[in-house]
């Protein structure tokens, strides 16, 4: 491999991040196949490939890889179950193991950037390494203040203030100040992604963002500050508006971005328009990732049947990414 790779952690080794990465690397043009390297397990990988009945050799990664096969760089981890669809612990290990060994390498210089497919959280708790999923490891290893999570369609993006907590406690974090530095944080990144003056809209957090008052006050005492703060510094930012009608007016093309309060009010819009090509990226880390934005499917792992069209739109991303980092 003459360039830096562009990474690729295989995710859960019991669930479908072996299929549906190895669907797509076969997918592509031994060329184009040469620009990535997966880490993770590799006689996972091996079944991964006879499962889906693919023509596909694997190489190890540093070495000479024959022209058309996949790189791969194994990490040993004791005890995997060695099969499809098991919830385990040494699974969770190894979900955090490769994630590990890729931060390493993106921030050590010797890859481009991660792509990530899915990993299961109960898992990864089980092993002992409490995080809310990929976002807060990612920001955790890579010793960032604070992270965000940006779901990316072709025709919708939102970003979060919050993600994986309650609903009470988004309630909470959802401050004139760090409604602000995410607005900020969408704004530096789709200006990066080429969008010389992105146009974005708060969804408020309220029905009606509140009526006034009649609905609650946290629209006006919580979110309209931190969006006046953002216009202060010449962002193209409104709101906030009821979260009802801002998806379909961005949807429509009102919008570059939607700066979405919490999990579920960002997360079902995207996933109702554009389930199988909504990318998952990380903002506010040091390094690039984005991941496929579903989940280890342990009922269909192992059986040859996932998709794996989002995992190819993940590394689409990926490289836009990378030329826009270059």
Not at 27 to 33: D, F, G, Q, T, V
Not at 84 to 106: D, H, N, P, W, Y
Request: one cysteine or more; glycine letters at 10%; hydrophobic letters at 40%.
């Amino acid at each position: 491999m003459s360039q830096k790779p562009i990474v690729i952690t295989m995710g859960d080794p019991s669930g479908v991040g072996a299929e549906v990465t190895v669907k797509a690397m076969a997918s592509l043009e031994p060329k184009e196949r040469a620009r990535y390297a997966v880490i993770g397990d590799k006689p996972t990988l091996e079944r991964a490939v006879a499962a889906c009945n693919l023509d596909l050799a694997l190489a190890d990664f540093g070495g000479t890889v024959p022209e058309g096969a996949l790189a791969v760089i194994h990490v040993q981890v004791d005890g995997l179950p060695g099969k499809f669809g098991v919830l385990s612990s040494s699974c969770g290990e190894a979900s955090f193991r490769f994630i590990e060994k890729a931060v390493q390498m993106t921030t050590g210089g010797e890859a481009v950037s991660i792509v990530t497919a899915p990993i299961n959280k109960e898992a990864l708790n089980s092993a002992g390494h409490h995080y809310d999923g990929h976002t807060g490891m990612l920001a955790a290893l890579t010793h960032s203040k604070s992270s965000w999570m940006l779901l990316a369609s072709p025709t919708l993006n939102v970003l979060h203030v919050s993600t994986h907590v309650s609903l009470k406690d988004a309630i909470s974090r959802a401050t004139p100040e760090r409604v602000l530095e995410t607005i900020r944080t969408g704004h530096k990144h789709l200006k990066r992604m080429g969008i010389a003056n992105p146009r974005i809209a708060v969804a408020g957090i309220n029905p009606h963002c509140g009526e006034n008052g009649l609905f609650g006050r946290e629209d006006d005492e919580q979110i309209a500050p931190g969006v006046k703060m953002a216009q202060d510094e010449g962002i193209n930012v409104v709101g906030p508006i009821s979260a009802d009608t801002v998806y379909y007016r961005a949807h429509n093309g009102a919008f570059d971005l939607v700066i979405a309060q919490y999990h579920d009010q960002g997360h079902i819009p995207i996933k109702l328009i554009a389930f199988d090509t909504a990318v998952n990226v990380s903002l506010g880390l040091p390094i690039d990732r984005c991941s496929v934005d579903h989940g280890t499917a342990f009922d269909i792992a192992g059986t040859g049947k996932a998709n794996h069209v989002n995992m190819l739109a993940a590394l689409d991303y990926a490289g836009k990414l990378a030329v826009g980092r270059s």
